[in-house]
């Protein structure tokens, strides 16, 4: 399968490891693509590079699926969709792993579930800044996963989005999307041509061929590239040159192992013999395809293909009779593809309702000022404290003093910059919360020891900044308590230790920290 690069969130120290095994997905080497994730997996995991192992593992995911390993690609698509929340990244990357889990499970037949993590990923897109690279990849998975479902216009609509938004000079990935997107017209062709419509079915293939030839003559190495080109060939009658590139091609994609490349060429090879009267080889040729086929699609093509070689070589009622069942099966098949459409609909107008509701309650729990959780949320969260977790309380010195000399306005702009230094200090497992007037706490999943080291450092940046800034002669320093939770602990009695610890910071001269 030709697959399209995975520009996800910064690369990680150890970028280079993953975008090669990306650059072999790209060009259909899969079986090298395995290896090459084995090698940047091992030595990410020992570094701890998080985010180089992730883009690696997207990589292998590629490579599992297009080897018919639905099975394992999908361990690794749940893993990554897991793994959101802890390596959180900008929507068009979440947009773009929901859609690779999408384009997994349906080729499982799980449909429903497939339908709803489309869904998903659209409603992150259409929020999504629509310039660069990340949403030129997510784009391009939604296109793959609506592929899959028979959705060809909405596949068609996204990867035109991807291109329309691809802004790199790499003619490795612009080639991997447009050689893509060319693949999908030959498999829109071939299926309009089973339900009759042979004029917009001959429309696309002309487009395919245009690109698929273009990047060939620029060199481009993707073996699946000519193998759609062959398809085209064969289907344009064009059979000597269809010929010369399955001979080409197919012994080294067999050896090789990789059945999508395979699997098209032996498609390409029977309808190029089939066209010149060799019944049996083409026979041969579509059997040996099917036998590749992963998906219940690509198996419905051969085993119509097969049905017009036999209407042909044993002309006659049984073999007309067989091929008409088929047709009416592939027709009604067509027509399963409005009810996904009404499907996707629908499940699009869940995640709206869902992300509404999530709105709602994040305005609920959110303080208008600063955009930090408020009182309720603190209430919320005290109870939920596990032991090993810390509670952090802040107080700003001297508060009323600023708002007194300074004015109200002023006093509002330093809560907004501690606010901002308190999200920066927050990863996906710390809550910040103002819950009154000056006081702020901070909700930690870390030790006592490194909780310490966290409140310091945000006490040493807010003491070093130059306030003057923001109004000449302001100063502006925080006294904090934090308290570790014990085991068994009521939310309660943490605040009050913390609390307590948080006077005697005050008590004590303020600009610090009191802890055990």
């Known amino acids: 399968?030709?697959?399209?690069?995975?520009?996800?969130?910064?690369?990680?120290?150890?970028?280079?490891?993953?975008?090669?095994?990306?650059?072999?997905?790209?060009?259909?080497?899969?079986?090298?693509?395995?290896?090459?994730?084995?090698?940047?997996?091992?030595?990410?995991?020992?570094?701890?590079?998080?985010?180089?192992?992730?883009?690696?593992?997207?990589?292998?995911?590629?490579?599992?699926?297009?080897?018919?390993?639905?099975?394992?690609?999908?361990?690794?698509?749940?893993?990554?969709?897991?793994?959101?929340?802890?390596?959180?990244?900008?929507?068009?990357?979440?947009?773009?792993?929901?859609?690779?889990?999408?384009?997994?499970?349906?080729?499982?037949?799980?449909?429903?579930?497939g339908l709803h993590y489309v869904a998903r990923a659209m409603a992150l897109l259409d929020v999504a800044p629509r310039k660069g690279l990340r949403y030129f990849s997510a784009m391009s998975s939604l296109g793959e996963a609506a592929r899959g479902a028979e959705l060809f216009e909405l596949a068609d609509d996204a990867m035109r989005r991807g291109l329309e938004s691809f802004e790199s000079p790499d003619d490795l990935y612009r080639s991997a999307a447009e050689l893509t997107q060319a693949e999908l017209w030959v498999e829109w062709a071939l299926r309009l041509a089973q339900v009759g419509r042979g004029e917009e079915a001959a429309a696309l293939i002309d487009k395919s061929v245009a690109v698929l030839e273009f990047w060939i003559d620029q060199g481009i190495d993707s073996p699946v590239g000519v193998a759609v080109l062959a398809v085209c060939h064969a289907r344009t009658g064009r059979l000597a040159e269809a010929l010369g590139l399955v001979a080409e091609l197919l012994p080294r994609m067999r050896d090789a192992g990789q059945q999508h490349e395979a699997r098209l060429l032996h498609l390409a090879h029977g309808m190029a013999l089939r066209a010149t009267g060799e019944w049996r080889a083409a026979r041969r040729e579509f059997r040996a395809g099917l036998e590749l086929a992963v998906l219940r699609s690509q198996r419905l093509l051969f085993q119509y293909e097969l049905a017009m070689t036999a209407v042909l070589e044993f002309p006659g009622d049984a073999t007309q009779a067989v091929l008409e069942s088929l047709r009416s099966h592939v027709e009604a098949l067509w027509q399963l593809r409005l009810d996904r459409r009404t499907m996707l609909r629908q499940a699009y107008r869940r995640v709206e309702l869902e992300a509404a509701r999530t709105t709602a309650d994040l305005a609920a729990t959110s303080d208008a000022l600063t955009g930090l959780g408020n009182r309720r949320m603190f209430d919320r969260r005290i109870d939920t404290v596990a032991d090993g977790g810390c509670l952090l309380l802040i107080d700003v010195d001297r508060f009323k003093d600023i708002n007194d000399h300074f004015s109200h306005g002023v006093g509002d702009r330093v809560l907004g910059e501690i606010a901002a230094v308190l999200r920066a200090h927050c990863r996906h497992d710390k809550v910040a919360i103002r819950f009154g007037g000056d006081e702020f706490a901070l909700f930690l999943t870390t030790g006592e020891d490194q909780a310490r080291q966290i409140a310091e450092r945000i006490r040493r940046v807010i003491s070093a900044r130059d306030w003057s800034t923001v109004a000449p002669g302001l100063t502006v320093t925080l006294s904090m308590g934090l308290a570790a939770c014990r085991s068994g602990e009521p939310g309660r009695d943490l605040y009050d230790r913390a609390d307590a610890r948080l006077y005697t910071a005050k008590r004590a001269g303020r600009n610090q920290l009191a802890a055990a």
């Open 1 to 113: 399968m030709n697959r399209l690069p995975v520009l996800v969130s910064p690369y990680g120290a150890f970028a280079n490891l993953a975008l090669h095994v990306h650059d072999l997905t790209i060009r259909g080497h899969h079986t090298e693509t395995l290896l090459a994730a084995d090698e940047a997996e091992a030595i990410t995991l020992v570094l701890g590079d998080r985010r180089t192992h992730r883009v690696s593992r997207l990589g292998r995911m590629y490579a599992l699926s297009a080897l018919g390993r639905l099975d394992e690609a999908l361990v690794i698509a749940e893993e990554l969709t897991g793994e959101r929340t802890a390596v959180r990244g900008p929507r068009a990357t979440d947009a773009k792993i929901l859609a690779d889990t999408a384009e997994v499970l349906i080729n499982l037949g799980r449909i429903d579930d």
